[in-house]
């Protein structure tokens, strides 16, 4: 199991509509090919900063998610919001 890590800084005064967008897009993760559930957490410092964690089997899982419409409707429903491009990285427990 991994787990996608996804740092996100959203354009002020944005954040409600990003949260809402990703709440939205939970059920297409869900769709996911082994995909095990997405997490949003905030950044109480800085609130325009956000980590989406989505748990894989696999990062070769998460890699074809990016290949599907979903993933599209995903960046449709919350890719304006984006200040700058998600960084994203993958870990594993230890």
Not at 16 to 27: L, M, N, R
Not at 29 to 57: M, Y
């Amino acid at each position: 199991m991994v787990t996608e890590f996804a740092e996100i800084e959203i354009k002020p005064g944005m954040e409600d509509e990003f949260i809402a967008g990703v709440t939205a897009s939970k059920p297409l993760f869900a769709r996911g090919k082994n995909c095990h559930g997405a997490t949003l957490q905030r950044s109480i410092e800085h609130p325009a900063h956000f980590v989406l964690l989505v748990k894989w089997d696999a990062v070769a899982d998460h890699e074809a998610f990016r290949e599907t419409p979903d993933f599209q409707t995903w960046r449709k429903n919350v890719g304006h919001c984006f200040a700058a491009p998600p960084r994203v990285w993958h870990g594993q427990d230890v």
